[in-house]
């Protein structure tokens, strides 16, 4: 059922925290509503910045800091693409840590023609909905023209925003044609939610992965819109796209953990508030977090690790650090150069796993060493969903599989993963998508048919051909899909000449017919 974008003025909800180039994209004036559209106010660039970028914004001009791509030392990878979506993020953090006021802008070229530039709401799906979290996009601009998107449910819960933001394009877009949308919206955190957006109320510390609506777009074969699902997982779709700038408003003295490198920080023009700058080559997500939290930075084989974590976490940030840090190494000697300069860490109070993003991670509050698997599981997702892409919907073995696989490598506890029972419900059905197996109401379903079903059969296809080179081929594939979205056909490919492995994942049903 669709349902059009809620009418919100920004003078009303005061965005006062997030002027960058975003705001340059959303014209003074605002559109005359037709009987079956409800009217939606630009911001107004009078506003106060406390976002500086040079652009209009008072509080200081940025400063342009030269760097070295990431993509240009890791070859024989492949390249991320010349025509990437290049985004800038600003994200204005209330002083209680409970509201974000964010502003986007997207230039995006498509690969095929489309009539509509789609982008995903995931804080407004089941898992975190339920905990108060929600998104809402409150203006848009096409190419500086005021648009009316067109918002879907998609598997949000009734009463929520939908997860489906369709942004209609009145000529359609030829491919190689560009466009830029600008997006003006807020994020309403829920308290102590065991998942990628939340804030704890006790430590005043907030969390927000994939807290913006985030590009759906697969080159060659269109946008995803796969609904989302009641079960605790990632559905996230995105090619790389270029960061050129991630801002961050924060409250003076708060610790905040982004994405990709760290450019420094300037005072903000509200009192009491402070910018904090990134930028990334080529990612396909953003995550940070902001608040009262102790930070620890090591380095290791040229990556630098951040962790962040609330005074009275279970473990402290060296202890984290030095587990992550000790999995960077081990499996980079497996999987080839680890994908990022930076890796962001951040201690999450209230929940008990671990959720990744390119070049980040989110930990539940506990020990890693009484977890030995989760460090290594989520370090493996750098290079399986952060650097070679899958549709998490559609596909969530190709990056959940593939980190099992490497977490029981790094822990010796292949034989253990070899004598899995998999339950009969999801036997030989790896390949199956989070929609079917949400289905099943049994959230345990999940965990045993793609993650323990998945490493084993990936364990069992090293035994049979011989880790050699099961080891060789699996890192041809990383490197010849770095920055891509892939698909099953893509692992057939990789490993076609070893008919065994393909047999194998055809027996597992990881490969449907």
């Avoid at 989520?378 to 919907?393: I, P, R, S």
């Amino acid at each position: 059922m669709r349902r059009r974008l809620a009418a919100l003025a920004l003078g009303a909800v005061a965005i006062t925290g997030c002027t960058p180039t975003a705001t340059d994209a959303l014209p003074d004036t605002t559109p005359t509503p037709t009987a079956s559209q409800e009217q939606v106010t630009p911001p107004r660039r009078s506003d106060p910045a406390a976002c500086p970028t040079g652009a209009g914004g008072g509080g200081g001009a940025s400063r342009k800091v030269s760097y070295e791509p990431v993509s240009a030392r890791l070859a024989p990878r492949a390249a991320p693409d010349k025509d990437r979506p290049v985004v800038r993020l600003c994200f204005d953090v209330s002083a209680d840590r409970r509201l974000i006021r964010g502003m986007e802008t997207v230039t995006f070229t498509p690969d095929l023609r489309t009539c509509e530039v789609v982008f995903r709401a995931w804080p407004n799906k089941p898992e975190t909905a339920r905990y108060g979290n929600r998104l809402e996009v409150t203006a848009v601009a096409l190419d500086g023209s005021m648009v009316t998107p067109k918002v879907e449910s998609a598997g949000a819960p009734p009463g929520v925003p939908g997860t489906l933001i369709r942004v209609p394009v009145e000529d359609c877009l030829e491919p190689g044609e560009q466009v830029t949308v600008a997006l003006a919206f807020t994020v309403t955190l829920g308290a102590l939610t065991p998942e990628r957006v939340g804030y704890s109320p006790d430590d005043l510390v907030a969390w927000a992965g994939t807290a913006y609506p985030l590009l759906a777009w697969e080159r060659g074969r269109g946008w995803a819109t796969e609904p989302a699902v009641d079960l605790f997982g990632e559905t996230v779709t995105s090619e790389v796209f270029r960061l050129e700038l991630l801002e961050i408003v924060a409250p003076q003295g708060d610790a905040v953990l982004g994405t990709g490198e760290a450019l420094g920080t300037e005072p903000a023009s509200r009192p009491g508030s402070v910018v904090h700058r990134f930028r990334a080559d080529a990612v396909r997500d953003v995550a940070f977090s902001v608040g009262r939290m102790q930070v620890t930075e090591r380095e290791v084989d040229g990556v630098r690790v951040h962790v962040g974590a609330p005074a009275g976490s279970v473990a402290t940030p060296g202890e984290w650090a030095d587990a992550t840090m000790t999995a960077v190494k081990e499996l980079s000697a497996s999987f080839g150069p680890f994908p990022y300069e930076d890796l962001w860490v951040t201690i999450v109070p209230g929940f008990t796993s671990g959720i990744e993003f390119p070049g980040a991670i989110q930990f539940g509050d506990i020990h890693p060493a009484r977890y030995p698997s989760l460090a290594p599981h989520e370090v493996a997702h750098m290079w399986f969903y952060g650097l070679v892409g899958n549709n998490q919907a559609r596909d969530p073995w190709l990056d959940e599989a593939f980190a099992e696989y490497a977490e029981v490598l790094v822990n010796d506890t292949v034989d253990e993963l070899l004598q899995f029972p998999t339950p009969s419900a999801v036997r030989n059905r790896v390949g199956e998508s989070m929609e079917w197996y949400a289905a099943l109401r049994q959230p345990d379903l999940y965990a045993s048919g793609v993650y323990r079903q998945g490493g084993q059969m990936l364990h069992r296809a090293r035994r049979e051909v011989g880790a050699a080179r099961f080891d060789q081929l699996l890192r041809d594939y990383i490197d010849a899909n770095a920055h891509r979205v892939v698909t099953d056909e893509d692992v057939v490919r990789a490993f076609e000449d070893e008919p065994r492995v393909v047999e194998l994942l055809r027996e597992y049903g990881a490969i449907r017919p």
